[in-house]
Nanobody
């Protein structure tokens, strides 16, 4: 089992920044690829960003490219999502997710491939 706890959400004006953090416990963190997803009211959960176990590869949704940065610290068992130039469309509950990875250079975009999820943290961007 892997337990994930997100933090760092909040309310911000358009153009502002937030940094989300996800703390993992329970298993060897650096064996798990990590991802961030979000779900807005009335919409399906969507991919935001992902990172491989050794941080060698990252992937972003088109909506996040150039504004968001995913990173991880395997020594601290954490993964972060730095979000800059936030827009009202970024308003959603943001979820951290983990899945076992057997290569160090793979990340995953599909939500249904992840095994563990956090409880989510609310991000609200006002115009």
């Amino acid at each position: 089992q892997v337990q994930l706890v997100e933090s760092g959400g909040g309310s911000v004006q358009a153009g502002g920044s937030l940094r989300l953090s996800c703390a993992a416990s329970g298993r060897t963190f650096d064996n798990y690829a990590m991802g961030w997803f979000r779900q807005a009211p009335g919409k399906e959960r969507e991919f935001v960003a992902a990172i491989s176990t050794g941080s060698s590869r990252t992937g972003y949704a088109d909506s996040a490219k150039g504004r968001f940065t995913i990173s991880r610290d395997n020594a601290r068992n954490t993964v972060a999502l730095q979000m800059n130039s936030l827009k009202p469309d970024d308003t959603a509950v943001y979820y951290c997710a983990a899945r076992r990875a057997y290569t160090s250079s793979t990340y995953f975009r599909e939500a249904n491939t992840y095994d563990y999820w956090g409880q989510g943290t609310q991000v609200t961007v006002s115009s």
